[in-house]
């Protein structure tokens, strides 16, 4: 069993920068590839952006060019760097393996962009 604990949500107007941080504790060593998902309201879940345990990434269309992925191995943390936020990013933040499991999802973490 893997605990995915996501951080770094809050209010940010448009134009502006968060970091959000994801950190896996419990069977780490079963995670190979990771990735940020989010869910806005009345809308499904979706992949944003991946990383492979070598570092190659990937992105959702609509956030290439302004989000950035990367990982810390040692940490078994995640990040997502999210620059140029727009009102549409707006939505609950998740980390989880890729493809995602199920059983792992967790709170995620709130991200708010106003107009």
């Known amino acids: 069993q893997v605990q995915f604990v996501e951080s770094g949500g809050g209010l940010v107007q448009a134009g502006g920068s968060l970091r959000l941080s994801c950190t896996a504790s419990?069977?780490?060593?079963?995670?190979?590839?990771m990735a940020w998902y989010r869910q806005a309201p009345g809308k499904q879940r979706e992949l944003v952006a991946g990383?492979?345990?070598?570092?190659?990434?990937n992105y959702a269309d609509s956030v290439k060019g302004r989000f950035t992925i990367s990982r810390d191995n040692a940490k078994n943390t995640v990040y997502l760097q999210m620059n140029s936020l727009k009102p549409e990013d707006t939505a609950v933040y998740y980390c989880?393996?890729?493809?995602?499991?199920?059983?792992?999802w967790g709170k995620g973490t709130l991200v708010t962009v106003s107009s």
């Open positions: 989880n393996s890729r493809p995602y499991i199920s059983n792992y």
């Open positions: 419990g069977s780490t060593a079963s995670i190979k590839a």
């Open positions: 990383i492979s345990n070598g570092g190659y990434t």
